[in-house]
């Protein structure tokens, strides 16, 4: 298994003589800022109102999920409350994070 670190030992060795001979450097990629093409703005402020929509359905849904889980557990019946106030949160923290994750994973 020791053939693959080998190799890649060689190439940027010699990368690294070739790139200190020619002074060109030969693994070194550009990283360009990122520009949105024109007329995104319509998609981005319609993807806006969908957050926007999405986080306020959310909060009713975790909302009336604890009214329901207070209401059965006022009855004695708990067991199923929880999870929706559970499942709603988690809703409400991936829309939340998901520009920032996508922005984050794509280098912006």
């Known amino acids: ?7 890649t030992n ?3 060795h010699w990368t690294a003589v070739a790139e200190s001979r020619t002074g060109v450097q030969f693994l070194s990629i550009d990283n360009p800022a990122p520009i949105a ?5 319509k998609v981005m402020t319609l ?3 969908l957050k926007w929509a999405a ?3 959310c ?3 975790s909302v009336i999920g604890a009214a329901l ?6 009855r004695g019946d708990d067991s199923d409350g929880i999870s929706k106030v ?17 922005g984050f994973l794509a280098g912006f």
Not at 37 to 41: K, L, R, Y
Not at 69 to 74: E, I, T
């Open 86 to 102: 559970g499942i709603a949160l988690v809703a409400t923290i991936i829309i939340s994070f998901s520009a920032t994750l996508v």
């Open 47 to 49: 993807l806006g109102m």
């Open 37 to 41: 093409p024109p007329g995104s703005e």
């Open 1 to 7: 298994m020791q053939v693959t670190p080998t190799i």
């Open 69 to 74: 889980w207070a209401l059965k557990a006022r």
């Open 10 to 12: 060689h190439i940027i």
């Open 55 to 57: 986080l306020i359905v």
């Open 59 to 61: 909060i009713f849904a």
